[in-house]
């Protein structure tokens, strides 16, 4: 089991930025795969940003160069640095950790924060 508690929602103004956190309860290095995604009303949840274990990082499209994934292994935390923020971005932030177990996946989120992009 790996659990995972997600901080640093709030409002926003437009072109404002936001740094979210997840603290996972083991190590991260333990993780094959940390993300974030998002999911806002009525629609379907986004993947947004992900590092593997060696350190790789992915992007889709539609946030890079906004959005920012880094982590802190001293401190088991996945950050998600956002820039730039536009009140579409406005949704729930859920935090993933996908471990690999004798080949098998399993996926664990957090509870989520609220982001909300506002004037």
């Known amino acids: 089991q790996v659990q995972l508690v997600e901080s640093g929602g709030g409002l926003v103004q437009p072109g404002g930025s936001l740094r979210l956190s997840c603290a996972a309860s083991i190590s991260i290095f333990s993780i094959a795969v940390m993300g974030w995604y998002r999911q806002a009303p009525g629609k379907d949840r986004e993947f947004l940003a992900a590092?593997?274990?060696?350190?790789?990082?992915n992007y889709p499209d539609s946030v890079k160069g906004r959005f920012t994934i880094s982590r802190d292994s001293a401190k088991n935390t996945v950050y998600l640095q956002m820039n730039s923020l536009k009140p579409e971005d406005t949704a729930v932030y859920y935090c993933?950790?996908?471990?690999?177990?004798?080949?098998?996946?399993?996926?664990?989120w957090g509870q989520g924060t609220q982001v909300t992009v506002s004037s």
């Open positions: 590092v593997i274990s060696d350190g790789r990082t």
């Open positions: 993933n950790a996908g471990r690999v177990i004798d080949g098998r996946r399993s996926d664990y």
